[in-house]
Structures are given as C-alpha cells and as structure tokens.
C-alpha cells in the first residue's frame, strides 16, 4: 500500500521493533504512537526525536502527563517532518552528552510549535547558554531549560551553589540582574530570567544544598530530585530553618547538618498541616528496613507544627499512637504545638513556672496501650 494514504496507531514497542528493522511508513500516511508512562522507564520515551522522525511518526500520545525524549543521533532533524506531541503533556527535549544547543537553534519555533517545552542541558552543556543566539532563539521561541545536576559521579558531593560560577561564565544576565546585597529570592527570579526552568538533582549525584537557597528554589517550584539521587541540605548557623520538613520529604533529603553549638536546637517547621505528619514521615523511610526511619539530623531539632485551634491535641493523639517512636529516629527532640510564652501565674517567679505545655519532648512519651 506505498502509493495509498492510511492511518494506523502503534505503541512504543512496535515502534522500536520497526526502527530497528531499518522501515518505515509512507510520507502521506497518518501515524499515532501512544506512550505508556507507566512503564519501567517511566516518563523517559524510548525513541529519539530523530527516530519518530525517520519513522515517519506525526504525533506521539502518552498516558502521563510528562514525557522526556533524546534527540537522537544521526542526521539533522527537517522541520516538516518533525513530530507533533500532544499539547496536554509537558515535553522536556533531552541533549545528549555530544550535542549543542546549536544544533536545534535554526528550528527553536518548529520545537515550539511542536509540543516541546524545555531542554534538558547537564552541567557540562551549560556552556552553551553562552551562545546568544540559539539561547534567545530558544526563549524566544517558548522554550526553556532544565538543569540536570549531578548525572556524573563525583567523588565529592558537589555544592549546588557553584551553579552561580555557571552563570558568571554563561548567560551572564546575573551580572546585571544581581547586586551585592541580593537575596535569594533575587537569584531565582534572576535564574528564572535567564530562562532556567528547573534544577534536578539527577542520579547518581551526591549534592549539598545550603538550607536558603533550597527553600528559594523549592517554594518557586524549581527544584527537583530524582528518588536515587544522594541530597543534604547544610543549615549552617542558622537556628530555624528555612526548608520544611514537607519541603525535604518531596526533595528527597537524606541529611541535614547544621554548625551551631551543640547544646543548642534547631528550629523546623512542618510546613503543613498536622494531620499531614503521617504522610510526610512515610517519605523518610529507610531504604534497606522499611520498617524504621531514616536518620536524617545529627543535631537536636524542634519541630513546630502550627498553631491552629485542635493542633495540640491533634498532636498528642498522633504521639500517642507511635508517632513519637518514628520522629525520635529522624532524630525530632521535641514538637512544639503551640508558639506562644508560657502564662505567668500572678505572684509567682519565672522560675517556679512549669515548662510550656505545648512543647512535648517526644524522648520521655509514655508507652501506649
């Protein structure tokens, strides 16, 4: 039927059996690959976009909501023959170690008009947003770019703040964005300017990320860890902390260290509603006993889970059911319910007043029964 136009659907599977063959379909003919995100590799589509093309694929359908596919080697992409993904999923086009953002410069609105939402450059690549005019091109166009950190192993975990001495070297907008007294909610905006759209911790990497920019990033929705990946947060000095504890659980973080005296505790927020705790726990389980939890803080931590009427008690019920146990092994010392100074009783000292009720130091809780 070369010489006859017909429409047919394939799956991925079908589709790498053909590639491999050497076959083809008939320009004129209509075809539909659907993508099952469910798969073993999950959101990462097995065929490059030179692939569909040299298939002769118009458009790709997926069960997910996001995909990542390669570009592939071997020839140039032809901006008629490029397919089409579905305008419902979030399209990350991935660059492979050996390739160029200089290489898709000429064909930035096709990409765009495509479906194709980032580009997915490791830190290796992120010379290359050195090149104005396929960047701008790239922006221009829609597309943005997601910051792989840390797919090559390193002996030594890598600081992600050094993703700044990039930027000095690359776009080099935060030069001019940037004064000496900006804050971290400055860098973002900054990042976000220069077109980053995201910055995933990838596997295997073993990174540390300082406690502010990590909350910068994470409240704009712009970081991201991949579950292999190895992540610490380093607090510093700070005594509170400005990354949540559900802001770790959805990172991913395995450690948190802080250089303040040791005798000193560490403030954390929830960073959700209470009756969450359970939830956020259940991220900390640990990989090699899923029935204990992850260790995750060297230094004595306080917890503060909020303030809104019933969070006391909401709290204690918690702790009294065996929350306490699994707070204790992420090494939690104490919740505090309530941030609010103890009531002084009239004509009585400071010192004769008992402890806020409100901090509950989980160490001493009483067994259930």
Known sequence: GADTAGAVTINEGQALTL?????????????NLEFDANTAHGTHLGTSLKDLQHLGVDVVHSTGHDINVDLGDGGALIASHVSTFDHALDVTLDL???QH???????AKVLADAGIDHIALAQSQLGDLSTDAATHALINAGIDFNVMVG???NAAPERLEHMVDIYNHGVDLLSDMLDPNANMGDLVKALSQSGIHEIVVDKPASVVIGDQLASALY????LQAMPEANVEIDAGLAARMQTSLKAMAELGVDHVVSDVAADSHLMLALGTDVQDLASVLQSFISETDHTSTKSIFDHAVDLYVGSAPGTAET???LLDSGMGSKLADLGISKVVAQDMPPVQVIGTSAEDQTADPFMIDITHLKTPH
Do not use: K
């Open 219 to 222: 409240d704009a929705g712009m």
């Open 151 to 153: 797919s090559t192993p």
């Open 101 to 107: 953002l200089s290489e898709v410069e000429a064909l």
């Open 315 to 317: 709290l204690q019920t």
């Open 19 to 31: 590639i491999a063959d050497g076959l083809h379909f008939a320009g004129n003919d209509s075809i």
């Open 96 to 98: 492979g170690s050996n």
